[in-house]
């Protein structure tokens, strides 16, 4: 039994009086109907082919005799938005699934047809896919499957989804396997087919758990786009950071992907670790793959870390002790807290620096105290750390933009505080070694990503050897306080 299509889907049987009756401009006339009903037709003097806007209040009013036109005339100066009529395709469609719909409803098949129209757009490989990154980018919990609430929305946007989505937490660590090893396949095929050599970057991090884990990333010409691509190869724990513990972590993941014998420079920091992993490198293709790599050629160090070393060089020679940095900086990031006294000792010697330092511990030891000054500030501090590379410019940044907050808060524990207050002639001191580290921050910024060059990098360091002679000399107070220079 046909039914009536829904008039508002459908075009106005009556026409506009000034639309020619031939078939064709018939249409025409139908499917610009509602545009031409904000229109006159043309008046003594006016061009008889345009036709006029009604809502005008200029003279004379705008003409035209396209009809996206006046629709684009409406919505720009009157803020009129005209429907547009359905064209042929969408109108018999609506009529065809109206058709579709009232069989059904005499013959008791609706639900069947909306299963099939649902069912039609879930695709299980795809979902799996979105779910797993879901999980994994987001780092939720395998138990988000296994919460009515997800399924309630995941039914909300789709009834038939529930037929798709695993209800059992279990399933998840199956699903990232499977995924992960369609993922390693790609890049392995994509590895062994690149134009160029692979490229490693390696660097040891120290997770929150507290396990060191040796990251490896390729870097590689890709055969097909002759592009530079990278990929993350292994995230893999570590026992220590020595050149043979990442030497034996290191060569499995290069036999698993087939790439031992394209193997091309390892960029890493300064670390002799480093120097004796790239020997033992060295020594390994020559004695089992008769390859010749030079150690001593292929190991590129990383810019930041030098750049960093420098800053370090600047900030600590001669104050602070490497071995004390280490400690304070893994204790301040643990939450522990040592011996309090003799640490802002330590840091005091550094002059200004080190009070401003002792100042945002002091803030960040307390759950009370943080609020408290973030309720004057707005925002905490960043802290400094050792490994963290511009850490102590982006402290130094902040503090000058907070100095007034800084001030009061220091003033209201000043029983605390008092030996670590900043006095004007402190906060001028700090600001020019901000100004001093700020060339730094860049150079770190230049000199980092896929954009940066062998080129650029020497050039970066060349300019950065000229600032930090020429700065020393001519900048910088020759004392951060009345007894140590930095």
Known sequence: MDSEVDSSLLAPSTTHDSVETGSKNLRKGRS??????HTRTARDGENSRHK?????????PYSTS??????????????IYVDRTPGPIQVETVRQLQQLYTRAQSSGQTEEIDTQVYR????????????????VVRNLPFRVVEWPEFHTFCQVLNPESSDFITTAHSQVTKKIEQSWQTHKDIVRKKLQSAVSSIHLSLDIWTSPNRLLLLGICAHFVDCSQEKRLKALLALHTVANHSGDEQFATLL??????????KLGSIVCDNATSNDTLCRTVEAYLREEEDIEWD????????TGHIINL????????????KEQLESYDEQEGKGEVGNEEDQRAAFRVMGPLGKLHNIII???????????FRDLAGRIIPLDNRTRWNSWFQMLTVADQKAGAIDTYTKNHFATLQVDYLSPEDWKRLRTIKEFLQPFHRATLETQGDHATIDSVLFTMDIIVQYFEAALVSRLPPKLNNTNTV
Request: aromatic fraction near 8%; proline fraction near 2%; glycine fraction near 4%.
């Open 362 to 372: 002091h803030i960040r030891s307390s759950a009370g105290r943080t609020k408290e």
């Open 252 to 261: 499995p993941v290069l036999k698993d992907y087939g790439i031992v014998r």
């Open 66 to 79: 396209v009809s996206t036109n006046m629709r684009g005339h409406l919505e720009s100066k009157h803020e």
């Open 295 to 302: 150690s001593t050629y292929r190991r590129i160090r990383c």
């Open 32 to 37: 610009a109907h509602t545009t031409w009903v």
């Open 52 to 60: 006029f806007c009604i809502h005008c209040t200029v003279t004379p």
């Open 120 to 135: 039609k757009y879930l695709n299980q490989d795809v979902i799996n896919e979105a779910l797993i990154t879901l999980i």
């Open 310 to 321: 420098a800053v370090q060089a600047f900030l600590f020679h001669g104050l602070i002790k």
